[in-house]
């Protein structure tokens, strides 16, 4: 190698990378021109792909080029640009090639140590394939392929993740019941698709139809695993009886943290969430090939993530001493174990394992829940992968949290907690062929189900203004309240002031708020308590109002969060509800009593909100001679998630319920209830947007805009008594 003082130029290549060497006066811009260029001493070193275009420089300017750049050049020149890899589109880049997010937004710009690529989903092929053939790219066959097929595909897949009917039903072996038409669509897209999300709503038949599914004759599954909630693990094996002739399922209920032996004739295990990361390893080994996660919304925080991180201490005698440990970083135990059986079905060597997850929620409050659904399933690639899912649809966003924190030591941390692009990720979902979206509003237009009105409006009415129960107790049921919420506010308008003089800002600066947010989960005990004390405020006129609706024959389920406030409603008329802690035969005599039993002896059920949002149907009374159904159903405590409250008021909207349904909201005046109701419609939105494609505003919300609220009261306050002193 020459020196940098040489006025002659040359190029070579060694070991597949490229350098250029030439005067100084050779202009640094011609050289970037080339490729993707870093100057080293006394040389340039260049990207493999720019090696054409280094020997056409060289031999313009009159340089030399070595044996081993032209072999590389010929090489280079010959290679697809445009490829897929591990079911994900790679386009090459370097400095030469347009922009291609200029023209494909989902297109995700990446780099590893040997070139820089775009990734984009494979949706998107066509687009791709249109703008490497206009700018001249070599675009691989396979790319071609995939363009046309999923043309096809798509438009085949739309029309049937919100069908409700099929031509020609599977026979499904050893069925006693009869298939639904929305059922025998879901069978027919899990024989072909293998992997699905039937996201359809509460009350459809998800059990049956995933059963039926593992059935269709001469296609039979026969090792299945059921993930549900733990329980409903009885149900299951009851569904399986109820609807099959005996010896159709032979099955075993997972029991306990530590697993057991699986008998030989089991070709259904069923386990709980509560220990599915215990059995998982267990149940990996038992080699399935179906699974069937029910409730899939438990996993959506996906499988944990660690980080490593280095910690220097120094000892008592002076020595410094560096170890480096995992930190969690995201995820859950049951999500891990969740994932490990789903990819050892997945994963099945010359075998398509089957997959199923059911949730009448996959999006309880943003979009990036949704993602560890699709990694379940095995089909985020479709949407470019987890980073670029993440980009593209929850809506990013780079937070300060301190100088010289965060990954890159910036101060900034990126989050995925909002939402976008939502009309494309619902269309997304559902041209995919691994997605059924089916509500019970084509059910409500065929005469099929009554109507469900929830605070005076139509539910499937998505413009019509809902309108909640606001109460006003009387001034000495709301001073208990008033009290706690003063203290509640003080002491975040302390905490406030904390993160004002640590960060050196003005305490209405934005950046006290973004602090105070952050924070806000370590003070969940103090919101818990706030909510608390509104439930009781509004005990007295709930009490009055179910009275009122038992006397006129009706039946009415009261959803509550809190145990004290849960035992204060049953206490109050039979005794009857459902909360954690009950046993499984404790929750079903109850539910029997309720669902039996005519008005006089049991008008009332209570239900926690965590503990029965899923799994039971309080609506059977008309099926069981015990007078008209119950429809009408009051929300004591207000729920955080859009998608929790869809699930807890479809225990009376569901299958079998002839008559129209009523959900009232209790919402305490000029309280923390108000804010809760808001930023749970503002997530009913989201919701709205992604799964169903209904427009809306997709504002974020939640616990950390109540805490932030709250603090402004408190400084409000402090800052009148102050004046008034």
Not at 696 to 722: F, M, P, S, Y
Request: net charge neutral; aromatic share 6%; with cysteine.
């Amino acid at each position: 190698m020459t020196n940098a003082t040489t006025t002659t130029l040359r190029a070579w290549a060694t070991k597949g990378e490229v350098f250029l060497q030439g005067p100084r006066s050779m202009p640094d811009n011609e050289v970037r021109a080339l490729g993707f260029a870093s100057k080293l001493k006394g040389s340039w070193r260049l990207n493999p792909e720019a090696a054409p275009r280094v020997i056409a420089f060289a031999q313009r300017h009159g340089g030399t080029v070595n044996d081993e750049l032209s072999t590389l050049a010929a090489e280079m020149e010959s290679i697809e640009q445009v490829t897929i890899e591990r079911r994900v589109i790679h386009v090459r880049r370097d400095s030469s090639t347009p922009n291609l997010t200029d023209a494909i937004p989902t297109a995700y710009a990446r780099q590893n140590t040997a070139r820089k690529y775009w990734t984009v989903p494979l949706f998107d092929a066509r687009a791709v394939e249109e703008w490497a053939d206009r700018h001249g790219l070599r675009v691989a066959q396979e790319v071609r392929d995939a363009a046309r097929a999923r043309w096809r595909d798509e438009m085949d897949a739309f029309l049937i993740s919100n069908a409700t009917s099929h031509d020609t039903p599977p026979e499904i072996v050893g069925l006693k019941s009869t298939l639904m038409g929305q059922q025998v669509v879901a069978v027919a897209a899990a024989e072909r698709f293998q992997t699905v999300l039937i996201a359809d709503e509460p009350g459809l038949g998800k059990t049956l139809e995933s059963l039926a599914a593992l059935r269709v004759a001469g296609k039979e599954r026969l090792r299945a695993v059921v993930i549900c909630p733990s329980s409903l693990t009885a149900n299951w094996i009851t569904e399986t009886m109820t609807h099959f002739e005996f010896g159709t399922f032979n099955g075993f209920i997972a029991e306990g943290q530590k697993p057991g032996y699986i008998p030989g004739n089991a070709d259904i295990v069923v386990v709980g969430w509560a220990i599915v990361q215990f059995w998982a390893e267990t149940i990996a080994a038992w080699q399935p090939d179906a699974l069937i996660i029910d409730e899939g919304h438990y996993g959506k925080s996906g499988a944990e993530t660690f980080q490593k991180r280095r910690e220097t201490k120094v000892d008592s005698r002076g020595r410094t001493r560096t170890t480096t440990k995992d930190v969690k970083t995201g995820g859950t135990q049951r999500g891990t174990g969740s994932m490990a059986i789903s990819k050892a079905v997945t994963g099945r060597k010359g075998d398509d394992g089957m997959v199923l997850v059911l949730t009448g929620t996959p999006i309880v409050n943003r979009p990036i829940e949704v993602l560890a659904l699709l990694e379940m399933l095995g089909i985020d690639d479709l949407f470019g992968g987890p980073v670029m899912f993440k980009e593209r649809y929850c809506g990013p966003k780079d937070v300060f949290i301190g100088p010289g924190k965060g990954p890159r030591r910036d101060g900034y941390v990126r989050t995925y907690d909002g939402a976008s692009n939502l009309a494309e990720l619902n269309t997304r979902l559902r041209v995919s062929g691994h997605y059924l979206r089916r509500t019970k509003s084509i059910m409500v237009q065929q005469g099929d189900l009554p109507v469900k009105y929830v605070d005076g409006a139509e539910f499937y009415d998505r413009e019509a203004e809902r309108r909640p129960w606001y109460i006003t107790p009387a001034p000495e049921d709301m001073a208990a309240y008033r009290q706690v919420e003063e203290e509640t506010s003080a002491f975040f308008a302390d905490q406030a002031r904390d993160i004002a003089e640590k960060l050196k800002v003005d305490l209405l600066n934005a950046k006290v708020g973004e602090k105070l947010s952050k924070e806000a989960a370590a003070h969940l005990s103090r919101i818990a308590h706030l909510r608390q004390a509104a439930a009781r405020a509004k005990v007295p006129s709930i009490l009055a109002k179910v009275n009122e609706l038992v006397a006129r024959g009706e039946k009415v389920v009261i959803a509550a969060h809190h145990r004290d406030v849960v035992d204060i409603y049953a206490d109050a008329f039979s005794g009857l509800r459902i909360q954690g802690g009950m046993k499984i035969e404790e929750v079903e005599r109850d539910k029997k009593l309720f669902n039996g039993a005519p008005v006089s002896e049991h008008p009332v059920i209570t239900v926690s909100i965590e503990a029965g949002k899923t799994g039971h149907t309080l609506c059977k009374q008309s099926i069981e001679g015990a007078g008209p159904a119950c429809a009408w159903m009051i929300l004591a405590e207000q729920i955080w998630g859009a998608g929790d409250e869809e699930q807890m008021t479809d225990r009376i909207y569901r299958i079998g319920q002839d008559r129209d349904v009523h959900i009232v909201n209790a919402v305490l005046s000029d309280s923390i209830d108000v804010g809760i109701y808001r930023s749970r419609e503002k997530k009913r939105r989201i919701m709205l947007a992604a799964v169903d494609a209904v427009e809306g505003d997709v504002e974020k919300d939640g616990n950390r805009g109540i805490t932030t609220t709250l603090a402004r009261q408190g400084i409000e306050r402090g800052l009148t008594e102050r004046a008034a002193a």
